[in-house]
């Protein structure tokens, strides 16, 4: 297993403690967003402080094996008539792709929050760094609380955001669509907003 890492040098002449970039998903590796304007803002901003390390996640992005698995070509219209058959339906394709990784030798279960967590401190310790900040975004900040409470004594700082707490895993369509309403409620109150044309 290799896993991947990018790390920006920090601009001060006297850097502080290197800050650790975890992203959401999860699936999403941290150097996919490295070019996005925001995120390439942010880190540049944070270089003022010290190093920045934005890490792909085992599994994904430039880490290696890679252990994605093609979506279901067909998804039966009923999945989300109620949580039952969405969850049937979700624990059917899990069961699909662990087979499937399981038969190129790559072991599922291997890929999970703990052992991404503690790959965050074996990094640590292979760069040589007594102490890392986390900066976390969504189910990073889970990763981010995974890493906290396995190696508490290497990590100085945290920040935490959107975070994705333990039993919010699964995303029910009910959450969404209300969200989406509300976003549509404040859209309709913006007199520059013009809805889109079906």
Request: with cysteine; glycine share 8%.
């Amino acid at each position: 297993l290799t896993l991947a890492a990018l790390r920006f040098r920090s601009t001060s002449p006297t850097p502080g403690v290197p800050t650790v970039f975890l992203m959401g998903g999860p699936g999403i590796p941290g150097s996919v967003m490295t070019p996005i304007p925001p995120y390439f803002s942010l880190f540049q901003k944070l270089r003022d402080i010290g190093d920045v390390i934005v890490i792909d996640q085992r599994g994904i992005g430039l880490s290696s094996p890679h252990v994605e698995c093609a979506a279901s070509p067909s998804m039966p219209q009923t999945i989300f008539a109620d949580t039952a058959r969405m969850i049937a339906f979700m624990r059917d394709q899990v069961a699909i792709c662990a087979a499937k990784l399981r038969g190129r030798n790559i072991e599922p279960t291997a890929y999970s929050t703990v052992e991404s967590a503690d790959d965050i401190d074996a990094l640590r310790r292979a760069l040589g760094i007594a102490k890392i900040n986390l900066l976390a975004f969504s189910y990073g900040t889970r990763l981010a609380l995974a890493t906290l409470q396995r190696h508490e004594s290497s990590i100085g700082r945290i920040v935490l955001q959107g975070v994705n707490g333990p039993g919010l895993v699964v995303k029910r369509p009910g959450v969404v669509s209300r969200k989406l309403a509300r976003i549509n409620d404040i859209l309709k109150l913006d007199s520059a907003w013009t809805p889109p044309v079906d």
